[in-house]
Every structure is written in C-alpha cells, then in structure tokens.
C-alpha cells in the first residue's frame, strides 16, 4: 500500500501561469496524489480562479479538493457556491475562515471556520468530505495555546473529516498537537503540511506572515548559503526529506505539500522517500 500523498496549488493570475500549472501537474500525477487542493483568495477574491483550477483538475482525471472561506460571506453566498462545487463533481472541500482582503472592512454572517463547518453539514449532509485547518505551533492570533486547541475541537465537533497542519519543520509540534488534540476529544486524521525549502527570502517572508517557525539552524545555515541558490536547494532537499521521514515513521496519516505551484522539489522529495 502507498503512502497517501496530496498537492495545494493557488489560482494562476495570468494565462502564461496557467499554463506553466498545468505542466507542474502533469509532472505531480506522475506521484499519484490522493487529490489536488486549491486555495482561495481573500473574501473569495479568487473564487472564479479557485473553481476554474478545479474544474480542470476534474477533467485531468485528478480528485479537487476546493478551498472555502467564509469572513465577509453570507449564508446565501455560501449555499450558492456550494451548489456549483457540487454541480462541477467536487467531493472534497477545505473549510476555512480566511482573511478579509485589505480595506474590506467587517461583515459577513460566520465568524469562525467552525460555523461554515456546520453550515456545510447542514446544507449537504455528507455530500462533502471536509477538510480544516489546524496549527501545531499555534495560530498567530490565538489568545493562547488552549484557545487555539478548542478551535480546533470545535470545528471537529461541528463535522470536519480531517484536518491539514500549516507547515512546520519541528516534527515534535506535529506530534504533540495530534496528541493533545486527542486528549480534547478532537480525534480525527492531522495530515501535515509540508513546504519544500526552495528560496530562503520566500520561505522567511512566509513564515513570518503566517507564523511558522523556522529552527534558529535552519535559517542560519540559509542565510550562510547566500545567493548560492544550488545550496539552498540541496540543503532544503535533505532537510525536508528527513522531516516527511520523520512524520510517516511516527504515525501520520499522510503528506500534503504546499508545492507553490512548481513540482521539482515535491516530486524529488517524494522520490527519496519509501511512499
């Protein structure tokens, strides 16, 4: 049996991106991914981009898991879109609260990526296998390590299937997540998320934005490397290889990698490993 593995793209925003995508995917479904996600935008700024990317997923043969927000949406909009992923053969969705885009100002009826959670379950029954997010070293804007732990367990109890980590490089957070979250009655598959490490001025200006923390060793040896980009590659290959080893021999259910819509370094990474 293999390893279960699974890719995230975003919505190109031009054609010349799109097209490269679709030469990034043709060369990941050489891996054979368990689906294909594909984020969306702030307030649903990429929604059009979202269904579109889906939507050739689908006729490339390839499970689309689409990405759902709900700040600055309404009960009306959701069901509305929850219509059409329907209608397109979308089985799978990732259920988020997102962001709002910059002066968007407030609104919307979900405060909380557990309310859209319950929303989809009660609008559709199992129709939808339902993704969420979680965070082994804490959301950025949790109040506490515990509030974030019983967010998560919300959106559990409100139905999710599974959940998806942001990326981390401390196996050790992974694992204590998946067992505190346990304890809280939160007892559901944690696939981590996975960033290969491919440019060092990306991976920080990620990271800094979203929260994930990157080992005092890991980015001082990036920053030694320099402009030595080949270094960085090699160096990221072995880092990261070693941490997707670390997480299928510890018990994780599976693999997501936020491939950046570029496949070299997920498919090498995936070639080292026994999946």
């Given at each position: 049996m293999t390893f279960p593995v699974s890719f995230e793209f975003f919505p190109p925003k031009t054609p010349e991106g799109a097209a490269k995508l679709r030469v990034a995917r043709r060369a990941l479904y050489t891996a054979k991914p368990e689906f294909c996600s594909?984020?969306?935008?702030?307030?649903?700024?990429?929604?059009?981009?979202?269904?579109?990317?889906?939507?050739?997923?689908?006729e490339e043969g390839v499970r689309a898991a689409s990405h759902f927000s709900?700040?600055?949406?309404?009960?009306?909009?959701?069901?509305?879109?929850?219509?059409?992923?329907?209608?397109m053969g979308v089985k799978q969705l990732v259920a988020l609260r997102g962001d709002l885009p910059s002066g968007y100002g407030t609104g919307g009826e979900f405060t909380y990526a557990s309310?859209?959670?319950a929303?989809?379950?009660?609008?559709?029954?199992?129709?939808?296998?339902?993704?969420?997010?979680?965070?082994?070293?804490?959301?950025p804007q949790a109040r506490s390590a515990d509030a974030d732990l019983q967010a998560f367990a919300a959106k559990v109890r409100a139905g999710a299937d599974s959940a998806i980590t942001q990326y981390f490089y401390n196996s050790?957070?992974?694992?204590?997540?998946?067992?505190?979250?346990?304890?809280?009655?939160?007892?559901?598959?944690?696939?981590p998320g996975v960033m290969p490490i491919t440019s060092s001025t990306q991976?920080?200006?990620?990271?800094?934005?979203?929260?994930a923390e990157i080992p005092r060793w890991i980015r001082l040896r990036l920053q030694g490397?320099?402009?030595d980009s080949a270094s960085i590659r090699a160096f990221g290959?072995?880092?990261?290889?070693?941490?997707?080893?670390?997480?299928?021999t510890g018990g994780a259910p599976g693999l997501h990698f936020y491939t950046m819509n570029q496949s070299a370094a997920t498919l090498e990474i995936c070639r080292r490993l026994p999946l």
């Open positions: 594909v984020t969306y935008g702030a307030g649903g700024s990429t929604q059009d981009g979202t269904f579109g990317t889906v939507a050739e997923i689908l709900c700040i600055g949406a309404t009960r009306a909009t959701v069901r509305e879109q929850l219509a059409r992923l329907k209608s309310d859209l959670v929303f989809i379950r009660a609008e559709t029954g199992s129709d939808f296998r339902i993704e969420v997010a979680c965070y082994p070293e804490i959301h050790d957070s992974y694992f204590r997540f998946v067992e505190d979250a346990k304890r809280a009655g939160a007892d559901i598959p944690v696939v991976l920080l200006r990620f990271s800094d934005a979203c929260g490397y320099g402009d290959l072995d880092v990261v290889t070693q941490l997707c080893e670390r997480l299928r």
